[in-house]
């Protein structure tokens, strides 16, 4: 089991920047290969990010490339997205995701591989 708890959304002007963060706590030690996800109003929930479980892979939406930024702490067991450049349509209840992995290097673009997920954080970003 993988508990998932997401911090630092909030309100945010366009052009400004916020850096999301996600703590994992787990009852065993594994690997996971981690994601952000968000969800707009009235909309499905897609893919922002993904990082391996090693941090040396990483993967982004084609709307987010170049001012996100997922990486992981020196424990591993948080992982940080550092958003620049923000916009309205980045508006979105941003929720982290755990996939276990035996393979340190691989990480997950679709949800059906994310066995965990967390409570979601708000950004908001006004024109």
């Known amino acids: 089991q993988v508990r998932l708890v997401e911090s630092g959304g909030g309100l945010v002007q366009a052009g400004d920047s916020l850096r999301l963060s996600c703590a994992a706590s787990?009852?065993?030690?594994?690997?996971?290969?981690m994601a952000w996800f968000r969800q707009a109003p009235g909309k499905e929930r897609d893919f922002v990010a993904t990082?391996?479980?090693?941090?040396?892979?990483?993967d982004y939406a084609d709307s987010v490339k170049g001012r996100f930024t997922i990486s992981r702490g020196n424990t591993k067991n948080t992982v940080y997205l550092q958003m620049n450049s923000l916009k309205p349509e980045d508006t979105a209840v941003y929720y982290c995701?755990?996939?276990?992995?035996?393979?340190?290097?691989?990480?997950?673009?679709?949800?059906?591989?994310?066995?965990?997920w967390g409570q979601g954080t708000q950004v908001t970003v006004s024109s």
């Open positions: 995701a755990a996939a276990a992995t035996l393979n340190s290097g691989s990480y997950y673009l679709r949800q059906y591989n994310y066995n965990y």
């Open positions: 990082i391996s479980w090693s941090g040396d892979s990483t």
């Open positions: 787990a009852r065993t030690y594994s690997s996971y290969a």
